[in-house]
T-cell receptor, first 112, second 116 residues
Framework: GENVEQHPSTLSVQEGDSAVIKCTYSDSASNYFPWYKQELGKGPQLIIDIRSNVGEKKDQRIAVTLNKTAKHFSLHITETQPEDSAVYFCAASRGSARQLTFGSGTQLTVLP | GAVVSQHPSRVICKSGTSVKIECRSLDFQATTMFWYRQFPKKSLMLMATSNEGSKATYEQGVEKDKFLINHASLTLSTLTVTSAHPEDSSFYIC????????????FGDGTRLSIL
């Protein structure tokens, strides 16, 4: 089955700085890679996703890059704000409607 | 946007009680829904795939007689934790996709289950 590894487990940055979270996956058949933000006591909220036919996708301050050859993908958050503080999960699947395999999560803290 | 609603948000009950959790897709139909379990400061672990009109598919190690899943309509899946014990205490989360093969999954806000 799929195995997704995520690093780092915790990340602290100063407000305004950039944050980068990295994930690797094992199943070469995986073709869909979403990123979720989870706040305390809430369910995960999709923030951005990328499919295997695209190398990079950007949405305002958030971007995701995908390297299919190396089987890794990364989340980039620029100009971080305190409200970006949360747990971020990467995931992989063989299709957006298929079951997701999650990474272990990254606790991002943005210091004011 | 697609909304998934879970109810109740929190349950506290005595050991031996059965607890039902509902997952509803509010503005779309979902032939498939997923149930996850999350321990404190841990990741989401898939428990089972709920299929409308047929039996659920359980992940290895998940007891199907313990965690009963019913997906009787295109907008509702239920998870019943039978004869719950303290070790069943956890955060249970469901997800669903509007389907069509290209839509992302949306998650409910979870149910915090505490068994005393």
């Amino acid at each position: 089955g799929e195995n997704v590894e995520q690093h780092p487990s915790t990340l602290s940055v100063q407000e305004g700085d950039s944050a980068v979270i990295k994930c690797t996956y094992s199943d070469s058949a995986s073709n869909y890679f979403p990123w979720y933000k989870q706040e305390l006591g809430k369910g995960p909220q999709l923030i951005i996703d990328i499919r295997s036919n695209v190398g990079e996708k950007k949405d305002q301050r958030i971007a995701v890059t995908l390297n299919k050859t190396a089987k890794h993908f990364s989340l980039h958050i620029t100009e971080t704000q305190p409200e970006d503080s949360a747990v971020y999960f990467c995931a992989a699947s063989r299709g957006s409607a298929r079951q997701l395999t999650f990474g272990s999560g990254t606790q991002l803290t943005v210091l004011p | 946007g697609a909304v998934v609603s879970q109810h109740p948000s929190r349950v506290i009950c005595k050991s031996g009680t059965s607890v039902k959790i509902e997952c509803r897709s509010l503005d779309f139909q979902a032939t498939t829904m997923f149930w996850y379990r999350q321990f404190p400061k841990k990741s989401l672990m898939l428990m089972a795939t709920s299929n409308e009109g047929s039996k659920a598919t359980y992940e290895q190690g998940v007891e199907k007689d313990k965690f009963l899943i019913n997906h009787a309509s295109l907008t509702l899946s239920t998870l019943t934790v039978t004869s719950a014990h303290p070790e069943d205490s956890s955060f249970y989360i469901c997800s669903a996709s509007p389907g069509g093969g290209n839509q992302p999954q949306h998650f409910g806000d979870g149910t915090r289950l505490s068994i005393l």
